[in-house]
């Protein structure tokens, strides 16, 4: 059965991009991304890329939106809704960038 265009209106979105993380939110997957990032040794491209982009990084979050599709089958549509809205948000990128360049100074420090 087909739903009216009014039914589809009243639906919230999936992910609504005008709804910031909250900021533990926010770190946690900021957290989670930069311990990746740095396990698999990508920390300076990441840094690099995100840097790169810092100025589109609402249209990466747009970006992502229109992927969705195609991401949510490896990473989840919960992550791919985070990862979205972490970067459509002011400072998003630059945050991601420190805990990402705080990771990877720590490993460092460790390993020597």
Do not use: W
Not at 91 to 99: N, V
Request: proline share 7%.
């Amino acid at each position: 059965m087909l739903c009216s265009a009014a039914e589809v209106r009243k639906r919230p979105p999936l992910i609504d991009l005008n709804e910031p993380l909250a900021p533990e939110q926010a770190e946690e997957l900021c957290r989670r991304i930069a311990r990746r990032v740095v396990r698999l040794g990508l920390a300076t491209p990441a840094i690099l890329f995100l840097d790169m982009h810092r100025p589109l990084s609402r249209l990466a979050g747009q970006a992502l939106l229109v992927a969705s599709p195609v991401l949510a089958p490896v990473f989840g549509l919960d992550g791919v809704g985070e990862f979205s809205r972490l970067m459509y948000q002011d400072g998003g990128a630059e945050r991601l960038i420190g805990h990402i360049e705080a990771m990877h100074a720590a490993r460092v420090k460790e390993a020597t």
